[in-house]
């Protein structure tokens, strides 16, 4: 005989029922997903130009491939672009001292200090490094 135990009946769920999300294109009743219209294809892309999901927007196996399609083709034509820069700002790193890098930051120095108009040589910067 098996040694299974018996499982303890299941409760009854008291949750709310999850609503399937309506499509885009069934709400607005659109019969061809045309590569040129941009506005509707911005809506099925994230803010980092990403294809949404099926489960995010709500369409079904047959919408999500046209619209698909349509993206590939639209950024294809340069109508989208594959991907939107997001820009972050960069911590500093603190300290390099001892790292090895004198050479480079000695050419950057004299670069900034040529920006300001001033005439300096790398060897000058190299020796005021030194000391």
């Known amino acids: 005989m098996s040694n299974k ?14 609503r399937k999300k309506t499509s885009a294109l069934t709400s607005e ?17 994230s803010d980092r130009s990403k294809i949404k999901a099926r489960r995010v927007n709500g369409n079904d196996v047959q919408q999500q ?6 993206i590939k ?10 991907t939107k820069r997001v820009s972050s700002q ?21 670069d900034q200090v040529a920006d300001l108009g001033v005439d300096v040589d790398i060897d000058e910067i190299e020796e005021a490094g030194d000391e």
């Open 29 to 45: 009743k659109v019969e061809y997903v045309d590569y040129k219209d941009v506005n509707l294809l911005g809506r099925f892309v």
């Open 90 to 110: 960069r911590t500093g790193r603190g300290d390099r001292e001892g790292r090895g890098g004198g050479e480079r930051a000695a050419e950057a120095a004299v």
């Open 5 to 18: 135990k018996p499982r303890p009946p299941r409760a009854k769920d008291n949750t709310k029922k999850i």
């Open 65 to 70: 491939n046209e619209i698909a399609r349509a």
């Open 73 to 82: 083709n639209a950024r294809e034509m340069a109508l989208l672009p594959y």
